[in-house]
């Protein structure tokens, strides 16, 4: 029995999310409550000693660290999103760690502040939000260009590099993050977010953000 444990708005765990859902696994989603500091509780902490999510049980085979979990996944569904191939895998694994390194790390501190420190009343800090959307007109020309050569990040085919950048764009809307500077990537993001693997996943970021318990 496969279970992922995570909590509906966090990024890491809409990866693992998009990729058991492309895989098609059954798997049970456990929502770990973050405000409550169920992450750092010991029954978690025995599964992810870091206490953070998403973190993964896999009949007992523990792991934590969302990039980690969607290749483990792929690897054991030998899926062609992760291909075993040495070439083409460290092409995929260039672009995971460039989405994850220079767009999520540049995104995630304008998320926070533009969405959850105002929900939460935490002071927000402006120029967190400056620095990241600086960064950002930097990393996104180099994704866009990549999508003038094929119709994924890597090639005509989707691969892993595409769902972790997929998740890691979800709330662009809420944290007001313009993209139309960045046609092919608009183009890119709703082809991938039309197919099956995605709209079978989870509601919209947005609709998530409304539900009443949610802060
Ligand atoms: N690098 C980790 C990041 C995990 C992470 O930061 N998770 C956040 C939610 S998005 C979390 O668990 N925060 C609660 C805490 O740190 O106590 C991954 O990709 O899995």
């Known amino acids: 029995m496969l279970t992922i444990y995570g909590s509906d708005l966090s990024g890491p765990a809409i990866k693992v999310r998009l990729a058991a859902s492309f895989l098609g696994l059954n798997y049970k989603w456990h929502l770990v409550n973050l405000r409550e500091g169920e992450q750092k509780q010991e029954w978690f902490l025995k599964i992810n000693p870091v206490g953070k999510i998403p973190a993964m049980d896999d009949d007992g085979f ?26 083409q895998r460290a092409v995929i694994e260039q672009w995971i ?64 590099a595409d769902i972790i950048l997929l998740a890691l764009l979800e ?6 993050v313009n993209l139309s500077g960045y046609p092919k990537l608009m ?27 949610v802060k």
């Open 62 to 87: 523990y792991l934590f660290e969302s990039n980690a979990i969607c290749k483990y996944l792929c690897d054991k569904h030998n899926s062609p999103l992760y291909p075993k191939d040495v070439k």
């Open 97 to 160: 760690d460039y989405a994850s390194f220079h767009i999520g790390a540049n995104l995630m501190p304008i998320v926070y502040n533009r969405v959850f420190a105002k929900r939460r009343g935490i002071p927000v800090n402006e120029k967190a939000i400056t620095d990241g959307e600086e960064s950002l007109k930097q990393y996104f020309p180099i994704v866009e260009k990549q999508l003038t050569f094929h119709k994924y990040i890597v090639s005509n085919e989707i691969s892993l």
């Open 171 to 176: 709330p662009v809307e809420m944290a007001q």
């Open 187 to 213: 183009v890119w993001r709703a082809e991938c977010k039309k197919q099956g693997f995605y709209t079978r996943c989870y509601k919209e970021y947005g609709e998530m953000l409304k539900a009443p318990n």
